[in-house]
């Protein structure tokens, strides 16, 4: 009956949650920003050596990776644990270098297919027998310009 | 008297808060980028009379399956590298036409020349890690920025930077066309007063 209702005193107001989805797209979009988005899931440990005299790779449509390395602990027991190549999303052999290399090439602009830059991601750990073949293989197809990726790191890192 | 309730705090001003957030956050942020050492590989066809040269202008470094360094035929530390590669690249031991006038090293006859015949040939074995090797042409690479800084420092006193951070800068993508310009011949003067010929042999098959 009592219109006049008196409040109870003390009693704390309800946090507003109308800037919840702000914040929620603030965070996505932060996410969506500084994400790098990896093209191929790594199918090879890829511990990559350290060194300090470091160029940056820009211009993300002028590189194609190849990766190599010892295949990922649950690869292991079908791939073995040589090290190995991965192209794109599977495995490969030193033979099939070239021909991706052709087809990455074939597939880039006109004006970037002489300007192309080979990313080489291999694991610390790989012997150079297979860097070598690899590099042989993208000489006979005059892919010349490589980049060994590395962290940025002092070389000591790598001594042990 | 009753007590009087907080009053709700106006939250009408968070979506201009959270968004003058993520604007900063979108401006300053970079994606990151890989970084790497960047190698040109020798061209596949064979040169029909390869150019002779001088024992003395090449610089071997080796690197045997046990991962140890072999650098003119001796047993070395890899911290000794850069050194030992400075010494040959700057030694300048040349006369009349090959005389190196801005070297500073010890003009010792029987090593290099003048940089630019001057040679480091890194010969691996199939054997060898990965990441040994990368430390050897990292401190190669390291010789050829360490001479190169001094002489881009020497010509342009006033930049205030080292041939390095030049090069970051001539490279980034966000420098300004006129700075570029301005950059360039700076860049190559020193790059031809110090060429990086490195040679990657192919390794020695075992």
């Given at each position: 009956m009592s219109k006049f209702k008196k409040k109870k005193s003390g009693d704390l107001p309800a946090i507003s949650?109308?800037?919840?989805?702000?914040?929620?797209?603030?965070?996505?979009?932060?996410?969506?920003?500084?994400?790098?988005?990896?093209?191929?899931?790594?199918?090879?440990?890829?511990?990559l050596p350290a060194a300090d005299q470091i160029q940056k790779l820009d211009k993300k449509d002028r590189v194609m990776y190849i990766y190599a390395g010892k295949p990922s602990s649950r690869y292991q027991d079908k791939y073995?644990?040589?090290?190995?190549?991965?192209?794109?999303?599977?495995?490969?052999?030193?033979?099939?270098?070239?021909?991706?290399?052709?087809?990455?090439?074939?597939?880039?602009?006109?004006?970037?297919?002489?300007?192309?830059?080979?990313?080489?991601?291999?694991?610390g750990d790989t012997k150079m027998g297979l860097v070598s073949d690899i590099k042989q293989e993208l000489r006979k197809v005059n892919a010349l310009k490589i980049n060994y990726t590395t962290r940025l790191g002092d070389y000591l890192q790598n001594m042990d | 008297m009753p007590k009087r309730s907080a009053p709700e705090v106006n939250a009408g001003s968070m979506a201009d808060i959270a968004f003058l957030l993520l604007i900063f956050f979108l401006v300053t942020t970079t994606i990151e980028t890989d970084s790497g050492l960047s190698r040109k590989l020798p061209p596949m066809d064979e040169v029909i009379d390869p150019p002779i040269i001088k024992q003395?202008?090449?610089?071997?470094?080796?690197?045997?399956?046990?991962?140890?360094?072999?650098?003119?035929?001796?047993?070395?530390?890899?911290?000794?590298?850069?050194?030992?590669?400075?010494?040959f690249l700057d030694n300048g031991g040349g006369v009349g036409e090959d005389a190196c006038d801005y070297c500073q090293g010890?003009?010792?006859?029987?090593?290099?020349?003048?940089?630019?015949?001057?040679?480091i040939s890194l010969k691996n074995d199939r054997e060898t890690s990965y990441k040994v090797y990368i430390a050897v042409q990292n401190e190669l690479v390291a010789a050829y920025n360490e001479l190169?800084?001094?002489?881009?420092?020497?010509?342009?006193?006033?930049?205030?930077?080292?041939?390095?951070?030049?090069?970051?800068?001539?490279?980034?993508?966000?420098?300004?066309?006129?700075?570029?310009?301005?950059?360039?011949?700076?860049?190559?003067?020193?790059?031809?007063?110090?060429?990086?010929?490195?040679s990657e042999a192919e390794p020695n098959k075992n």
């Open positions: 949650t109308a800037s919840l989805p702000d914040i929620v797209f603030m965070l996505l979009f932060f996410f969506m920003v500084a994400t790098v988005m990896r093209d191929s899931t790594l199918m090879v440990d890829n511990f073995g644990s040589a090290a190995r190549i991965q192209l794109n999303d599977k495995f490969a052999g030193v033979e099939d270098v070239a021909a991706f290399v052709l087809a990455e090439r074939a597939s880039k602009r006109q004006e970037l297919q002489n300007v192309l830059t080979t990313a080489l991601k291999v694991d | 003395k202008n090449i610089f071997t470094v080796v690197v045997n399956k046990y991962n140890q360094l072999l650098v003119e035929e001796e047993l070395t530390e890899i911290s000794e590298v850069r050194a030992l590669a400075v010494d010890k003009r010792n006859p029987s090593s290099s020349d003048n940089p630019d015949k001057a040679i190169r800084d001094r002489e881009f420092s020497r010509l342009n006193p006033m930049l205030g930077m080292n041939f390095v951070e030049a090069n970051r800068r001539y490279s980034d993508p966000r420098t300004s066309p006129d700075e570029k310009e301005r950059l360039k011949p700076k860049l190559s003067v020193v790059k031809l007063m110090y060429p990086q010929k490195l």
